[in-house]
């Protein structure tokens, strides 16, 4: 018996950008966290190439599955993961945002215009500036949430992808280092309030040959966890 298939056009603006020309691999991972089960559970994507901009671009629905495909190319594949997604540990709002001040990409920045954790202007990009947390191997950045980002129904599960993203590379790059994201497994327990103060935290979990791995979480001022991440990021060889 085959299952038969739902499809979809999905168009990424220019706006949520990532490396220039091709899309921020968080923005997606939450766009097909969304679309499988609306990132409640915890959803694995894989990143196979880059997602192009203001393409139309084809949003597949198989079961327990969510692909995007360019034509005949696959771009990214999503699946439901059983398990639940831990956070890295909680850093107080004004804790993380003093640790901005050491944020590499203040020197060096390998994607200036990404979506994230580029120098966009406020509202425009997230600007998720993550410096190290003195004492800990974590990296934090304060996040204000721009009401710039919000939808209908409150802010995406794609902007919550874009957040946990950039912020699991910045726990392993020093200046003048750089990766793309691989894979990013991601589970939202809770909404996002536009307007609203969070810890974006996350820290190294290992290396293995140029892939690197880490985990991040956003976090209220309460530290209760709102949302994690599980990324491998894999360096140009």
Sequence with gaps: MTT?????????????????GVAN???IAGTMAEALNGGRSAVEVT??????????LRLEHVANSV???DGD???????LVAEDLEGPGFVPFNDAARAEAGFVGLKAHPFAECFACGMREPGDGLRIFPGPVEGTDLVAAGWRVPFTVTGEDGVPASIVGAVLDCITG?????????ALLGR???QIHRPVIPGGRYSVVAR?????????FGQSAIYEMDGTLVAAAHATWIAPR
Excluded: C, N, Y
């Design 67 to 69: 692909s995007l495909s």
């Design 4 to 20: 038969a298939a739902l499809q979809t056009v999905l168009t990424v603006p220019e706006r949520f950008r990532g490396p220039v």
């Design 170 to 178: 910045w726990a392993h790059f020093g200046p003048g280092e750089t």
């Design 204 to 212: 190294p979990t290992g290396r293995d040959g140029r892939k690197m």
């Design 25 to 27: 691999g968080g923005w």
């Design 184 to 186: 990013l497994a991601v």
């Design 47 to 56: 990143l196979h190439a880059p997602t192009p901009l203001e393409t139309e």
């Design 73 to 79: 190319k696959l771009l990214v594949e999503a699946i």
